[in-house]
């Protein structure tokens, strides 16, 4: 009887987890941060929400004052918000540290593979050269930032000039030369998107024609899809391209930050949407270079 009442106690107690069901979008969600560029659009969206959460406490903070609820017009839960926006956008340029085997890799399967045309090809390499000068600057920027390498280092000329000045290594201007080069993968990405275009509609032409007009629900399906991410990859570009000529410009272009973060979250909550849609089925294809490209993290110095 007592071994009875105890194995019951121990179902109800320690097998609770029984009563749970099983989860899709559990499994989805873990699939999809299992990925290395699945974590950076998570952290990239929750970093974004937590800056315009910033902006919104702040203006509360304002009014309240303004009305007399509040004696300061500082919001204590906004500061809290940026701070974490920080401890996030910190982690995330840690985390990019291995960013560049992921260009590596993809470079060499680049010219391994066959493209659709040989202008996607030549894109395609000029998008991933950019990013091996995007993640060393960043890398070296992230360094300076935490004091783990000097400001200055000696120059490889010393070693025919002993007198040759060293080289140093400002934080700013490592930051907008790694955003300089991000910027020129955006723009390719425009040309990457043309390309793509045509492609969808070579292929839409090509279906109906061979099918006298009428597609099935599977080739309908499969067109929605592509064009689908077609049109999510124009959005997160366009909000990239001012951000990008932003953040490559001394000073910056857009002197608005609420702009600049709305543009940010725009991206972000698209750039997820679009992994979240790519991993909905356990396999998951080949990644394209806009999946693997992070933009950059705004710098705190």
């Not at 987890?17 to 699945?38: A, F």
């Not at 906004?78 to 540290?97: C, I, W, Y």
């Not at 679009?274 to 933009?295: D, F, L, M, Y």
Request: glycine share 6%.
């Amino acid at each position: 009887m007592s071994s009875k009442l105890g194995r019951r106690l121990n179902d109800s107690v320690l097998g609770a987890w029984s009563l749970v069901p099983p989860s899709e979008k559990l499994d989805h969600l873990l699939r999809y941060l299992s990925t290395w560029s699945g974590t950076d659009k998570f952290f990239t969206l929750v970093q974004s929400v937590c800056k315009i959460l910033v902006h919104l406490l702040s203006l509360r903070a304002r009014i309240q004052h303004r009305a007399g609820f509040r004696k300061a017009p500082v919001s204590t839960s906004a500061g809290a918000f940026g701070k974490f926006a920080s401890a996030v956008g910190d982690s995330q340029m840690l985390g990019r540290f291995w960013g560049l085997l992921q260009i590596f890799q993809w470079l060499i399967s680049l010219e391994r593979s066959q493209q659709p045309t040989r202008n996607l090809l030549t894109i395609e390499r000029l998008q991933g050269w950019s990013m091996l000068g995007y993640y060393p600057f960043e890398h070296l920027c992230y360094l300076r930032i935490h004091d783990i390498i000097p400001a200055t280092i000696p120059s490889p000329a010393t070693l025919l000039n002993p007198a040759a000045k060293p080289i140093s290594l400002d934080t700013g201007d490592l930051s907008l030369l790694s955003c300089r080069f991000w910027a020129s993968y955006v723009l390719l990405q425009f040309a990457h998107l043309r390309e793509d275009r045509k492609l969808l509609q070579l292929k839409h032409r090509s279906l109906r024609k061979a099918k006298a007009g009428s597609l099935t629900a599977a080739e309908k399906q499969d067109l929605a899809r592509r064009w689908d991410a077609y049109w999510s990859g124009m959005l997160v570009n366009v909000c990239n391209l001012p951000l990008s000529l932003h953040h490559s410009t001394k000073g910056g272009l857009i002197h608005n930050p609420v702009l600049v973060d709305v543009l940010g979250l725009i991206t972000s909550v698209a750039s997820f949407r679009s992994g979240w849609i790519a991993t909905a089925v356990p396999s998951i294809p080949a990644p394209e270079i806009a999946e693997i490209v992070a933009p950059p993290v705004e710098m705190q110095s």
